[in-house]
Nanobody
């Protein structure tokens, strides 16, 4: 059974920092592209950051220079370090694991963790 379990969300003041974690089980973690998405109230889910199996990263423009995605294949965990947070970052953050193969694309999601940026 595949599980992606996010943690680390919470309430933080503007300008503050948080680190999200996503622990994966039931998949060959090291061969998956891992990503963080977020969904704010009334908005569509959007891609925030990705890290490939090779360690290449990509970011949404509005978080470049503030967020850092990383992975620890030994711990089957992906992280999102978030700094200089502002109210626009308030959302539910979701972990995603994706892999394309001959059988098609495998896509798994976590349950989400709430991040609220407010004074």
């Amino acid at each position: 059974q595949v599980q992606l379990v996010e943690s680390g969300g919470g309430l933080v003041q503007p300008g503050g920092s948080l680190r999200l974690s996503c622990a994966a089980s039931g998949i060959a973690f090291s061969i998956y592209t891992m990503a963080w998405y977020r969904q704010a109230p009334g908005k569509q889910r959007e891609l925030v950051a990705t890290v490939t199996r090779g360690g290449s990263t990509n970011y949404k423009d509005s978080v470049k220079g503030r967020f850092t995605i990383s992975r620890d294949n030994a711990k089957n965990t992906v992280y999102l370090q978030m700094t200089s947070l502002n109210s626009e970052d308030t959302a539910v953050y979701y972990c995603n694991a994706a892999r394309s193969g001959l059988a098609g694309t495998l896509n798994y999601w976590g349950q989400g963790t709430q991040v609220t940026v407010s004074s």
